[in-house]
């Protein structure tokens, strides 16, 4: 296993910032620090970083010139950056996104949740290595070796599968109190599936329905909160009317987030049941929810099915406002919006499966 440190730069005017993440990365990866994008590209004429750590306001040159320089060049249009800033706006964010950054982390920022997402980006950036390296393996054998394509092309989508879980995950680290919530909702998908394929429940819908794809693709329903700050996804208290829009807003940044990558890609099915996961999972039966406030069959499918699996594992796992409810109250709560916030007839089925979802939040503890 190779024990060397990954190499990072923190590229930052301000020398608390440097100070702080630099006491938080030391012994973990070999970490430099710079106060100024005209320092950092002079310092990659000798060293090429893992991962970059970038601000944005900077004095002479912002981190948005920065990265340009950066994407521009052969040497250093692979190198990983994620944005610090104090700005949270979704047009920053999405101006960022748009030049090449990976994510944002908003300042001040926890040391913990630094390490972690940078973690995970690394990882997700060894993984992409991988996948290309597998694609170049694949170009060179002979199309009629039908066996060593096969075997390879089951790789790759072993590596996208993977690429895709640790991307859901990113937004699970940040969200410090539903770990396993993506893999819940994922089972609960697949038994309501299974219930609906057995009981001919919206037959014609489901038929046309990949359910691979579906399975795949719901793990990124929620990954519009990575635009959310940190202090309004993890609040003990409630939220004021203000917080409670940047929390709805997840929906809508979560279909630009998609849909900006639909422009990159021609894996349309997958992404498609992406998109509709993401904006939909809050729309109510009643036309009360949110972001389109769409009304009973209005509302796709799947945001219907994820509307329950999303509703009952806020239910049965605990929350900074509340305790964990029984699953018996959790199958009131959902019957007692029947028709209300639920596709009633996906309600009874709910109703009817509900010891299935018991068995899997048991089995999959945050």
């Not at 964010?93 to 944002?104: F, M, R």
């Not at 072993?158 to 995950?169: D, F, G, H």
């Not at 904006?279 to 389109?292: L, R």
């Amino acid at each position: 296993m190779d024990n060397v440190l990954k190499t990072i730069f923190l590229v930052d005017d301000d020398m608390t910032n440097l100070t702080i993440g630099k006491k938080a990365l030391v012994g973990h990866y070999k970490i430099f620090t710079l106060n100024s994008g005209r320092v950092m590209l002079n310092m990659l004429e000798n060293i090429v970083p893992d991962l970059i750590l970038l601000d944005v306001e900077m004095p002479e040159m912002d981190g948005y010139e920065v990265i340009k320089q950066l994407k521009s060049k052969e040497k250093t249009a692979q190198i990983p950056v994620i944005f610090l800033t104090a700005l949270n706006n979704e047009e920053t964010e999405l101006k960022g996104l748009s030049l090449g950054a990976i994510d944002y982390i908003t300042k001040p920022f926890s040391p913990p949740l630094l390490l972690k997402r940078i973690e995970v980006h690394l990882l997700v950036e060894a993984q992409k290595r991988e996948l290309m390296a597998q694609k170049r393996e694949l170009l060179f054998f002979n199309n009629n070796l039908t066996q060593i394509v096969d075997e390879k092309t089951e790789t790759v989508v072993e590596l996208k599968n993977a690429i895709l879980s640790t991307m859901a995950e990113l937004v699970e680290y940040r969200d410090e109190i539903t770990g396993g919530h993506i893999i819940r909702t994922q089972r609960y998908i697949k038994a309501l599936m299974d219930a609906m394929k057995a009981n001919e429940i919206y037959a014609n819908e489901v038929s046309f329905l990949d359910e691979e794809l579906v399975l795949q693709s719901c793990q990124l329903h929620d990954v519009g909160k990575i635009s959310i700050e940190d202090s309004i996804l993890n609040k003990a208290g409630k939220l004021t009317p203000e917080e409670y829009e940047a929390i709805k807003n997840h929906t809508t940044f979560g279909e630009k987030v998609i849909l900006r990558l639909k422009e990159k890609t021609m894996d349309s099915d997958f992404l498609d049941y992406a998109q509709t996961f993401a904006v939909a999972h809050h729309e109510k039966w009643d036309g009360s929810g949110y972001p389109k406030g769409l009304k009973g069959e209005e509302i796709p499918l799947l945001g219907r099915m994820m509307a329950i699996g999303d509703v009952y594992d806020a239910l049965v796992e605990p929350r900074p406002y509340k305790d964990a409810f029984p699953h018996e109250k959790a199958v009131d709560i959902i019957m007692e919006g029947r028709g209300v916030h639920f596709d009633p007839i996906l309600a009874d089925l709910f109703e009817k499966i509900n010891h299935e979802f018991g068995r899997i939040s048991d089995e999959i503890k945050g």
